[in-house]
């Protein structure tokens, strides 16, 4: 690659491809654009801003804000002077504002909207060390983002050079504190060189194009869509906002991109919303989107199964499919899915209506790509993560343990040496806590989270998340989490489809009133015990669920059952229902 340190991205890509619209965002329903060119500037002010109010090589300004392009301009200007960033996400607690604020240091905070500035504002009344607090809505009584690169419009942009040169590759450029299934989130050193490492190692498998346009959902502040991000940047793809995650439908259509990054939780949505939209036909409508669907639930990449299927599913992509690709916007060349294990069937059934999700797998100490699948059938395999990356290594400890090395690998943990000491081992591998095998030599295959295993009291390990992504192959389940440490047998917390499990009963004439009423119908936990057994068809004696119990409330990430990448936090969901838990093994 051509740079060293990310923020050459900038020059980079006006040397290169110069873009009228590098990123794009709506403001009160228009797409307002902001060119290569107007990047720099604005990048540069911040820069020349940050110094005049004395931040200087190493200090910590925070950023928590929704995707939006003063993210970016912020982003650039931090790197440019030799600060470090740490961007936070908006939906964490006050707690946790105060524990990321006290641990890094921070003495300047950029927040997006009032409700953020309201939050982060009582946090920061409490650590002195904070000096401002910038906005980039204008509310009355703060510091709007501009009141900053105001203080230096007449300082020369050439003044930035000195400080630019002063940053090496191996400097930090951004603390990412991870979301904390369990106790506080650890800062995660991540420098210039393995952000660039990664994007080098990751470019092979993003098919784009300087022409491409990107829609962007995903956290800014998550490693993952940032990564992308700067992808972007260096091949000179533009990069469209979405308004919120309510309107990423829309804006799909809107704007037609070539590709985006998504986690399984959202691609489950779609497929989900997608079958009920199946459910909602009549006679050969009805008759013929379920035999492409099942078609597509049989498709295998990279396997030729035959002529007649291979006829079928032309005849389906005709006339069912087709209406998938255009509600994605017409132009979709591939979906990146990471953060979680994304289930085999969606994987298949988007493949096989010319829609190509392709897998990856890392983790924010990773920067964060260690393997993804490719668009080619030949380099693409479900059930798997893909290849691993060109720069990375892989191996596995005796216990199956994922380790890696390379440039990727982060510095280590803020202010943590004993825990960076446990992660990254005397030969320099990063141990991922994560168990995985090679598929045919080459294809990365996660089969769990190493400390989500658990031991039944028959000493057998039981691996959840293949369970749950199992269950989660039901129309009327939303979401599972698998328990059983310790306990004689594997059984499960079920939250339900509530639109499936509205459309089932519909078909089976059960009224629907209230959700908690219908749960407790004979027919519906009949129907709920039925999608267990299916599932249990599949697994091992000591694998398979014993008892469920169906909870009428969704997990989310404001109730504090998940964490913003949309992962269940196990230990909370397990301290917040011991009681149903408790009530499963009682008199067994």
């Known amino acids: 690659m051509e740079i060293k340190r990310i923020f050459e991205l900038l020059p980079h890509q006006q040397a290169h491809t110069p873009k009228s619209d590098i990123l794009a965002y709506k ?20 820069s020349l801003g940050l110094l005049k109010i004395g931040i200087k090589r190493n200090d910590k300004v925070a950023i928590i804000s929704p995707n939006r392009p003063e993210w970016n301009f912020v982003d650039f200007g931090i790197q440019q002077i030799g600060a470090v960033s740490v961007p936070m996400y908006p939906t964490i607690t006050e707690e946790e ?25 009582k946090v920061a009344a409490q650590i002195p060390e904070i000096q401002v607090i ?6 009355e009584g703060a510091n709007f983002w501009t009141d900053l690169t105001d203080l230096a419009k007449d300082d020369d942009p050439a003044l930035l050079e000195q400080h630019k040169a002063a940053i090496q590759p191996e400097d930090l450029l951004t603390l990412i504190y991870t979301s904390g ?73 809107e ?79 591939a979906i990146v899915s990471g953060g979680a294990a994304l289930q085999p069937r969606l994987a298949r059934v988007f493949w096989a209506a010319q829609v190509k999700v392709i897998e990856g797998y890392g983790l924010t100490e990773t920067s964060p790509v260690i393997a993804v699948n490719r668009v080619e059938p030949e380099n693409a395999r479900v059930g798997t993560v893909g290849t691993i990356i060109n720069n990375v290594q892989v191996s596995f400890a005796t216990d199956g343990e994922i380790l890696v090395k390379g440039p990727s690998i982060m510095k280590g943990y803020y202010n943590k040496p004993e825990l960076t000491a446990e992660a990254i081992d005397a030969e320099g591998w990063f141990h991922t806590g994560d168990i995985g095998e090679l598929v045919e030599g080459r294809f990365l295959k996660i089969t769990d989270r190493k400390k989500e295993m658990f031991k039944t009291s028959g000493g057998k390990y039981v691996a959840p998340q293949p369970i749950e992504n199992s269950l989660k192959e039901s129309v009327i389940i939303e979401q599972v989490m698998v328990v059983g440490e310790g306990q004689k047998f594997p059984a499960a917390l079920v939250v339900p489809s509530v639109q499936g499990l509205k459309d089932w009963c519909e078909v089976k004439h059960i009224p629907f009133n209230s959700l908690a009423e219908v749960l407790k119908n004979e027919q519906v936990v009949s129907k709920f015990n039925k999608e267990v057994q299916k599932c249990n068809e599949h697994l091992a004696q000591y694998e398979q669920i014993k008892k469920i119990v169906v909870l009428p409330d969704a997990w989310g990430v404001d109730s504090g059952e998940m964490t913003p990448t949309l992962k269940l936090k196990r230990k909370f969901i397990s301290n917040k229902y011991k009681k149903e838990i408790e009530s499963i093994y009682e008199n067994v």
């Open 27 to 46: 403001v009160k329903g228009q797409w307002v654009k902001y060119s290569t060119d107007e990047l720099i500037r604005k990048a540069n002010s911040v």
């Open 97 to 121: 504002y105060a524990y990321i604020f006290r641990d890094s240091g921070v003495k300047v905070v950029f927040v997006a909207d009032e409700k953020l500035y309201a939050k982060a504002s």
């Open 134 to 139: 910038y906005t980039f809505d204008r509310i």
């Open 181 to 253: 299934t369990t106790g506080n989130p650890k800062g995660v050193m991540i420098t210039h060189n393995n952000l660039v490492a990664n994007i080098e190692g990751s470019m092979p498998a993003v098919p784009v194009t300087s022409t491409s346009i990107a829609l962007s959902f995903l956290p800014l502040c998550h490693v993952y869509e940032r990564m992308v991000h700067y992808l972007y940047m260096y091949v000179g793809v533009s990069v469209y906002y979405a308004e919120s995650m309510d309107t990423i439908a829309d804006n799909l259509k």
């Open 255 to 333: 704007i037609k991109p070539n590709i985006f990054v998504t986690v399984p939780r959202l691609l489950e949505k779609v497929y989900d919303k997608i079958v009920i939209k199946g459910y909602e036909l009549t006679g050969i409508k009805r008759a013929l989107f379920f035999w492409a669907l099942e078609l597509g639930l049989q498709y295998e990449v990279g396997t030729d199964k035959g002529w007649w299927y291979n006829f079928q599913l032309k005849l389906a992509n005709k006339i069912i499919f087709n209406k998938w690709r255009e509600a994605l916007g017409g132009n979709v060349v």
